[in-house]
């Protein structure tokens, strides 16, 4: 699963509502926002070309 930049801050700003009225959901929200970006910006890096990479040849 990959989500945009935009719907990433889009969820950021859902939890930013949410945080006044329900706490503990807007926590919930984070925490799930966190592990999605997580889990783009992992895929993105290994898609990246890397000199730290195993087999990478100057």
Do not use: C, I, K, T
């Not at 989500?3 to 949410?18: G, I, N, Y």
């Not at 706490?23 to 925490?31: D, K, Q, T, W």
């Not at 990479?53 to 100057?58: N, S, Y």
Request: proline residues 3%; hydrophobic residues 50%; aromatic residues 4%.
């Amino acid at each position: 699963m990959h989500f945009s930049w935009s719907q990433h801050l889009e969820l950021a700003r859902s939890v930013e509502a949410a945080v006044d009225q329900e706490r503990g959901a807007a926590l919930a929200l984070m925490g799930v926002g966190l592990a999605l970006l997580l889990r783009d910006l992992e895929q993105d890096l290994l898609n990246v070309p890397s000199s730290l990479a195993p087999g990478h040849q100057l």
